[in-house]
């Protein structure tokens, strides 16, 4: 053996240059001259010139009769398909000493450390960006022990391995530059080819000693199977075989040659090829088939043997009468499993095929058996590389018709049968409820035009409904054997339905839908192949399909949400012209100026205002506080706005009605008119937060936001991840009217005085949440004892809260007629949920249930443990309010005097507080002492209202 080490082609001497390890055995002429132009149209490397050299390298694989000749292709071939080479290593198998040594005059083994000691650890092939100077392979490659890699070369490292032991018989080392996608095709292909001419020889070798010698004396018949085997180079699995069918057809002289290949199902299938006739696909499943025979026992089958339904099969698939044939079984040369049957057809002579074509036949697979399987190897990886693009195409596809239910399973159906090669498809989907299979979309087209049609089956009936009762796909060969099959249909439509491929389309665990499959194209039935891909795209459709449904839920639920907010404003919004046209065009006049003492704490709106008048009140209220002439606010759109408010609030609702709002707003305006706000607040604040107080409450429920989240409700599926449910539910419902035509009184804000407005709205609605107030609470205390300073923002958000829980609680400030009366509204809210929640098998908390609520004692822990502390606090913030602070510790006494005088006995009669007879000022009157204010608790008792969002008043 020799070492064939050749340099780069230098352009200044136009020949090869030998390096110190190059030693060729003598060859043909011939043969040396193609290498050499080989060599010399290797420095213009490109993909189709790299294609061709790997096609003529591969056949001189095919035709080397000697080792020589082997390892002077792999060079020459590695130079033509790989860029810029400057130096290639072949070590070859010693068969005497099992080592792999040098090909050339000195046999310098595999070096049995370094870069190739790795690569043959792996036994695939590896890049080296980088060769140290100490490794053993340097002095190989170069005559110094200096070596250094051109720019841009890298060192590949190839072995490559027997099939049948799976050991390394040649070692390739190759200095390039980097191997692209196609260069790595291409010596992949390569390197399978040089194992099968290696093995080969290897055989030739053992059985004839000196084969130069013994193939010059071969017979004719063996030089064919020779000069077939230089042709089997293709890459295309169906041109290798029509080269090799077309080859026994000629030697056995016979009319028709199939190759039947074993199937993993199996089963065997063959894609059949004839001149003018389009390609069929045959397929029989072996254990019910004569086909079985020749797999099962190894041996021949003839014609005799198959049955009439196989052989009318491949009579329709030929096209001709069948007189003789012969059926030979293929070993594997590795493991001697049958992988393919060869069935050759009719004879010429007119007489049957005998034991020369047998022997004929298994002397060419005796010698292409390797070639065929590892080309069949690679075209199942480049399928499967193949379906694996076109299944992500499919996703892609499938994914962009979410919006469109139809167009989805109109494309469903498009690629179902492209990729099942299927003439017809129907899709089924699952309705749970009638228990039906409903079908609007056959054949990639709708029902009948016109009116729209759909088709509705039993879910338990047919090939269909057994696939979506069991989940399982089906795969029938003959459907009018099939029990199931409905023969009717092709009856009326006149369509023959030969095969059925069914498949469930299965989101999760539920079968939400069914594919058909009708009739292979090309082919008697689906393969075992198209079962996967079915299965691999039922997940794609899977997620489409379930995606889509859930896209329309969606889409129907947003419009419902839409049309109920639209219905919501057109009723808030359908306001008589002429109550709006009077209150637009009336002079504004300061509302204390028309209601006398509208500005003093102890006025009471509930009493003295008729609830007519309450939106006139509030615009004069905007004029009083100048925020009109301030903020530019249009006339028409303040009318329209406070009206739409006062009606978006639910006169059922016994408490959070537009009372309590006009009350909260009412007190805001006794704040800005009493405490001299501008020196703590700025203007937008005031202004943003008289309008948050008309607001906080709009569409209340009269529930709680613990009944909201404990009953599942809507507001709380939309607003509970964030808390303080119906506090979102109001600012929403806010932000919807202040949206709406000729409502915004924002309008005239600047875009940063809008967004900073938006901003304020949001802190102070939230801030109504009692839950939100008793977090603060203790920052609050601290800024209290240390200073409100009027330059930190967040000093200013903490006394926009603690003035929004204010207003909120303002009803404790007033007389003790107007406390009853709110105090009755209240608790009818609250036992009204109480029964709710048990009806809905809750208990209620005491404070709902009118069975025992104690309402003094609760009424004293509200004012101990959140009025008062609220109101003192306020006072210190803004000394001006200190009114109300001392008016709730009077009522506390009052609450005190009840509780004395009822005892245990409830106080409620029906709707009714039943405590007006009890009077509560005579002992207030000698207790002329004003009591000290209360001591805080640092936690509520057990009667108090809790700081949860369970709380709101």
């Given at each position: 053996m020799t070492v064939t080490v050749t340099s780069p082609i230098s352009p200044n001497v136009g020949k090869c240059q030998m390096k110190k390890f190059k030693f060729f055995r003598p060859i043909s002429a011939a043969i040396r001259d193609k290498r050499l132009r080989l060599e010399r149209t290797s420095s213009g490397h490109n993909p189709e010139q790299a294609k061709k050299g790997l096609e003529e390298g591969i056949l001189r694989l095919?035709?080397?009769?000697?080792?020589?000749?082997?390892?002077?292709?792999?060079?020459?071939?590695?130079?033509?398909?790989?860029?810029?080479?400057?130096?290639?290593?072949?070590?070859?198998?010693?068969?005497?000493?099992?080592?792999?040594?040098?090909?050339?005059?000195?046999?310098?083994?595999?070096?049995?450390?370094?870069?190739?000691?790795?690569?043959?650890?792996?036994?695939?092939r590896k890049v080296f960006k980088t060769l140290d100077a100490s490794d053993p392979l340097c002095p190989l490659l170069s005559l110094t022990n200096h070596?250094?890699?051109?720019?841009?070369?890298?060192i590949v490292c190839a072995p490559v391995q027997d099939r049948h032991t799976k050991k390394t018989v040649i070692f390739i080392v190759v200095?390039?530059?980097?191997?692209?996608?196609?260069?790595?095709?291409?010596?992949?292909?390569?390197?399978?080819?040089?194992?099968?001419?290696?093995?080969?020889?290897?055989?030739?070798?053992?059985?004839?000693?000196?084969?130069?010698a013994v193939a010059s004396e071969l017979d004719a018949e063996s030089r064919k199977i020779l000069k077939l085997c230089g042709e089997l180079y293709d890459r295309d699995g169906e041109r290798l075989q029509q080269k090799l069918l077309h080859f026994l057809q000629e030697q056995l002289d016979c009319q028709f040659c199939i190759l039947f290949f074993v199937g993993e199902d199996n089963s065997i299938f063959s894609h059949v090829t004839l001149p003018n006739r389009p390609k069929v696909e045959l397929y029989f499943p072996i254990s019910t088939n004569s086909f079985g025979t020749a797999i099962h026992k190894k041996c021949p089958v003839v014609l005799s043997d198959i049955t009439d339904y196989e052989r009318e099969q491949l009579k329709a698939c030929l096209g001709a009468e069948l007189s003789n044939m012969l059926c030979i079984p293929v070993e594997s040369r590795s493991d001697q499993n049958i992988i393919a049957l060869f069935c050759a057809f009719n004879k010429r002579n007119g007489q049957g095929f005998d034991a020369t074509d047998e022997l004929k036949a298994n002397n060419t697979f005796r010698y292409t058996t390797t070639v065929l399987t590892s080309t069949i190897a690679y075209q199942k990886e480049r399928r499967l590389k193949s379906q694996t693009e076109t299944m992500l195409n499919v996703a892609k596809n499938l994914f962009s018709r979410l919006e469109d239910m139809t167009q989805l399973l109109k494309l469903v159906m498009q690629e179902a049968r492209n990729l099942c090669n299927a003439e017809r498809c129907s899709l089924f989907l699952v309705n749970e409820t009638r228990q039906q299979l409903v079908a609007k979309v056959f054949d990639g087209g709708e029902c009948d035009t016109g009116a729209q049609q759909e088709i509705r089956i039993p879910i338990d009936k047919g090939i269909a409904g057994l696939v979506a009762t069991t989940g399982e796909i089906l795969n029938i060969k003959d459907a009018y054997q099939h029990p199931l099959f409905f023969t009717g249909v092709d009856l009326k439509t006149g369509f023959r339905t030969r095969a059925i491929l069914c498949f469930p389309i299965i989101d999760g665990e539920q079968v939400i839908g069914v594919a058909e499959l009708c009739n292979k194209v090309a082919g008697n039935c689906f393969t075992a192949e198209d079962v996967e891909v079915a299965k691999a795209f039922s997940i794609y459709c899977a997620i489409a399909i379930a995606h889509s449904l859930l896209y329309m839920k969606v889409q129907q639920a947003q419009k419902k949400i839409l049309l109920t907010n639209e219905m919501m404003l057109y009723h808030m919004k359908n306001l008589p012209q002429d109550e709006v046209r009077a209150l637009e065009t009336e002079e504004r006049v300061a509302a204390s100026e028309r209601w006398k003492g509208l500005d003093q704490f102890n006025f009471n709106v509930r009493l003295a205002v008729p609830y007519g008048d309450t939106v006139r009140i509030v615009l004069n209220m905007f004029h009083e506080l100048g925020f009109i002439q301030q903020w530019n606010?249009?006339?028409?759109?303040?009318?329209?706005?406070?009206?739409?408010?006062?009606?978006?609030?639910?006169?059922?609702?016994?408490?959070?009605?537009?009372?309590?709002?006009?009350?909260?707003?009412?007190?805001?305006?006794?704040?800005?008119?009493?405490?001299?706000?501008?020196?703590?607040?700025?203007?937008?604040?005031?202004?943003?937060?008289?309008?948050?107080?008309?607001?906080?409450?709009?569409?209340?429920?009269?529930?709680?936001?613990?009944?909201?989240?404990?009953?599942?409700?809507?507001?709380?599926?939309?607003?509970?991840?964030?808390g303080s449910v119906m506090e979102r539910h109001h600012l929403s419902q806010t932000?919807?009217?202040?949206?709406?035509?000729?409502?915004?009184?924002?309008?005239?804000?600047?875009?940063?005085?809008?967004?900073?407005?938006?901003?304020?709205?949001?802190?102070?609605?939230?801030?109504?949440?009692?839950?939100?107030?008793?977090?603060?609470?203790?920052?609050?205390?601290?800024?209290?004892k240390s200073g409100y300073d009027v330059d930190n923002p967040r000093h200013h958000e903490l006394l926009l809260c603690l003035i929004m829980t204010s207003c909120d609680l303002s009803d404790q400030t007033k007389d003790w007629k107007n406390l009853i009366e709110v105090a009755e509204n209240l608790y009818k809210e609250f036992f009204n949920q109480g029964d709710l929640e048990r009806a809905m098998g809750s208990e209620p908390n005491e404070m709902m249930d009118r069975q025992r609520a104690h309402i003094p004692e609760q009424q004293i822990s509200f004012l101990d443990n959140v009025a008062l502390p609220a109101f003192g606090l306020l006072k210190t913030f803004l000394p001006g309010a200190a009114e109300p602070f001392h008016a709730t510790e009077v009522n506390k006494k009052r609450w005190q005097i009840v509780k004395e005088e009822c005892g245990d006995r409830p106080v409620m009669n029906g709707n009714k507080i039943d405590i007006l007879h009890i009077d509560v000022d005579t002992p207030l009157q000698k207790d002329t002492a004003p009591s000290p204010p209360p001591e805080e608790p640092a936690t509520p008792n057990a009667t108090s209202v809790e700081p949860t969002e369970e709380s709101e008043s």
């Open positions: 095919s035709e080397a009769i000697s080792f020589d000749q082997l390892y002077d292709t792999i060079t020459d071939t590695l130079r033509l398909i790989l860029d810029n080479v400057s130096e290639v290593l072949v070590f070859s198998l010693d068969q005497n000493t099992g080592n792999l040594v040098s090909t050339g005059s000195v046999n310098q083994p595999l070096p049995s450390h370094g870069i190739c000691k790795t690569a043959r650890d792996l036994g695939t070596f250094i890699l051109p720019d841009g070369n890298k200095a390039c530059n980097e191997l692209t996608n196609d260069s790595k095709e291409n010596i992949d292909y390569l390197e399978r080819h040089i194992a099968a001419a290696w093995f080969r020889l290897s055989q030739l070798e053992t059985t004839s000693p000196g084969s130069v606010l249009d006339m028409n759109t303040l009318v329209q706005f406070s009206l739409t408010v006062k009606q978006g609030y639910r006169d059922t609702v016994p408490y959070h009605n537009w009372w309590h709002a006009f009350s909260v707003g009412h007190f805001f305006y006794l704040l800005a008119r009493n405490c001299t706000l501008n020196d703590s607040l700025s203007e937008l604040e005031i202004f943003v937060t008289f309008i948050a107080c008309l607001c906080h409450d709009i569409d209340h429920r009269g529930t709680n936001n613990a009944f909201e989240i404990n009953s599942n409700s809507t507001l709380a599926s939309l607003y509970s991840s964030q932000v919807s009217i202040l949206n709406s035509e000729g409502c915004n009184v924002f309008a005239g804000l600047g875009d940063d005085q809008f967004k900073q407005a938006l901003d304020i709205l949001q802190n102070d609605i939230l801030a109504t949440d009692l839950a939100h107030h008793f977090r603060i609470l203790g920052e609050l205390k601290s800024v209290a």
